[in-house]
Structure formats: C-alpha cells, structure tokens
C-alpha cells in the first residue's frame, strides 16, 4: 500500500477476523484506502466491481462444490478485464504431493469436514466452469502455495 498509494482495497473476511484486520489498517495508516466488509464468501455477497479479487490459503477447507461456487460468485463481482488469484495449497495433477497440500487434505478427511486436497487441474476446472479466460497455473511459494489466475473477458 505505501509503494502503490493510488490501491484502493476491500477486505472480506470472516466477522471475527475483521477486528484483527482493522488493527493493521490503523497500524499502517491505510484506513482512507482499505476498507473491511465482514462475511462469509460461502454465503454472503462478495464486495463488487472490484479489478482483482484474490482468494488464498483456504481452498482445503472446503469442498469441490463451494470452492467452485465461490470462484463463480467471484467471477459474477468482477468488473471486465478484472482477475481471480487463487492461492493455496494444490496437489499436482497426478495427485501425489506436494506433502503440505496432501496433509491438508488428510486432516480434513481425518475430521470429517467437507474439505480435501484439491488439485492444480481441479482448480483450473472451477475458473474454466465459471468463464474466465486468459487462465494459468504459476507456483507462488514453491513446493507449498500454487497460484490459478484467470481473467473476467471484456464485454463486446
């Protein structure tokens, strides 16, 4: 936010992370271009017209099923021309690591959550099912954290 001061941001997150957020807007001195909206993106309204939406470090907590309708609602938010980022832990297409995105999902699996390990082509799956174009796959934190992109198509 201080190497970019014309970014404006919305941040929705759960109710109570909200209050945690806050604290490192004021901290930063950002309150005049970052905004909270608390929420639950499996449930509630996305924030919208935004340029970028970016969803990270929580795709083994939910289910095929949300994670695409969420990546839909994103795309539905978005203006034309905008991006989706999502982050997260991705098993390779052969489904046999990386070791932290296998362990997500074991946990999952173990406490009965409707969660699990998803993988790099599920995840490009769920942006080609919601529309988006222009869509690639990039490691984020090698070995850990995978990115899927992809972009909203201009209206004609």
């Known amino acids: 936010m201080q190497t970019y001061p014309e970014l404006e941001a919305v941040v929705f997150d759960l109710p109570p992370i909200v209050p945690v957020t806050?604290?490192?807007?004021?901290?930063?001195?950002?309150a005049d271009r970052v905004t909270t909206v608390?929420?639950?993106?499996?449930?509630?309204?996305?924030?919208a017209d935004c340029d970028v939406a970016i969803m990270a470090?929580?795709?083994?907590?939910?289910?095929?099923?949300?994670?695409?309708?969420?990546?839909?609602?994103?795309?539905?938010?978005?203006?034309?021309?905008?991006?989706?980022h999502l982050i997260g832990e991705m098993l390779?297409?052969?489904r046999t690591g990386p070791k932290d995105a296998a362990i997500w999902g074991l946990n999952e699996a173990l406490s009965n959550s409707t969660g699990l390990a998803h993988s790099r082509s599920d995840c490009v799956g769920y942006f080609e099912a919601a529309g988006f174009a222009d869509i690639g796959v990039?490691?984020?934190?090698?070995?850990?954290?995978a990115r899927v992109s992809g972009v909203k198509a201009l209206e004609g």
């Open 92 to 94: 390779g297409d052969d």
């Open 22 to 30: 806050q604290e490192f807007i004021d901290k930063y001195d950002v």
């Open 138 to 145: 990039n490691e984020f934190v090698p070995g850990i954290l």
């Open 38 to 47: 608390a929420g639950d993106f499996t449930a509630d309204p996305l924030p």
């Open 57 to 84: 470090s929580n795709l083994p907590q939910y289910s095929r099923e949300i994670i695409g309708k969420v990546i839909a609602k994103a795309h539905d938010t978005l203006l034309p021309g905008g991006e989706m």
